[in-house]
């Protein structure tokens, strides 16, 4: 699909007119115009902008070659003389380019080696200046396979040690990322065990316009109400603390894979 009908496409799927999509990105309803006639295109930067505002992955605006590529670097596998990676046993790999994979190892000690080894032939290929190729790089090397396996790992690391405690004396939320001696009110503070949200509350999610929506359906009445709604990422967390006889929502800006926790005393921690 063409940049300037993935824009339309977005846009529309996000419920904007052309003004209010130019206000959330800082232009004018022309250059938005432009853009969906495809006119002119915006940059790569603007590109990675008007993926978050509309609430799609910023590869469906970089208008990316349809060929097979190597999920290491993003090389096309149509480039003439690329070489296939192997693995330990000298086979072939049909995902990775012999530059990125060699005899079941790869050949950078990580993304921002494998980006900036990759920027002068992008640029030669491109005509991409040297910022506009890292800034490329840098939005569609995360989505290939090897870095989301790498993500995905660090990501899950990281979720599996937060911890957090609530007091129950003075209703203090603590998180933590691992297990950790929490005080409080002269209370030691055992970790919240979550629970999945099996029919417990009636929970919406919901992503767009650059923001996770948390929306529980409960009475919040005094003697039972939740006490906040959490969103736990990698390496940020955010909460949002409830009171009673206000409704039970909270938003989050969009940080990666998250999970979305709600807590109450009468229902616990749950993982919505």
């Not at 349809?66 to 086979?91: E, K, M, R, S």
Request: glycine content about 8%.
């Amino acid at each position: 699909m063409k940049v300037s009908e993935a824009i339309q496409n977005a846009r529309k799927g996000a419920g904007l007119t052309q003004e209010q999509l130019a206000a959330k990105v800082y232009v004018t309803r022309q250059a938005v115009s432009r853009w969906e006639t495809g006119e002119s295109e915006p940059g790569i930067d603007m590109r990675k902008l008007l993926a978050s505002v509309l609430g799609v992955p910023v590869v469906d605006l970089l208008d990316l070659p349809d060929a097979p590529a190597c999920q290491c670097c993003g090389t096309p596998f149509d480039v003439p003389n690329i070489p296939l990676g192997t693995n330990a046993d000298g086979t072939e790999n049909p995902d990775y380019c012999g530059w990125c994979y060699q005899n079941g190892k790869f050949t950078a000690a990580g993304l921002d080696e494998t980006i900036e080894r990759n920027v002068p032939f992008l640029m030669q290929a491109t005509g991409y200046t040297q910022e506009e190729a890292v800034s490329f790089l840098g939005a569609v090397m995360p989505t290939l396979k090897h870095w989301r396996d790498v993500q995905n790992s660090n990501v899950a690391a990281n979720l599996r040690r937060s911890k957090l405690y609530v007091c129950p004396d003075c209703g203090n939320v603590v998180w933590s990322a691992g297990e950790v001696a929490v005080r409080c009110c002269s209370n030691v503070l055992e970790p919240l065990a979550p629970v999945e949200n099996d029919g417990v509350l009636d929970a919406t999610v919901e992503h767009a316009d650059g923001v996770q929506r948390v929306r529980i359906i409960h009475p919040m009445a005094k003697d039972d109400h939740l006490m906040f709604i959490a969103a736990v990422g990698d390496d940020l967390v955010r909460i949002k603390r409830l009171y009673p006889e206000q409704e039970a929502r909270a938003e989050f800006p969009l940080q990666g894979r998250c999970k979305i926790y709600a807590y109450g005393k009468s229902c616990g921690l749950i993982e919505l």
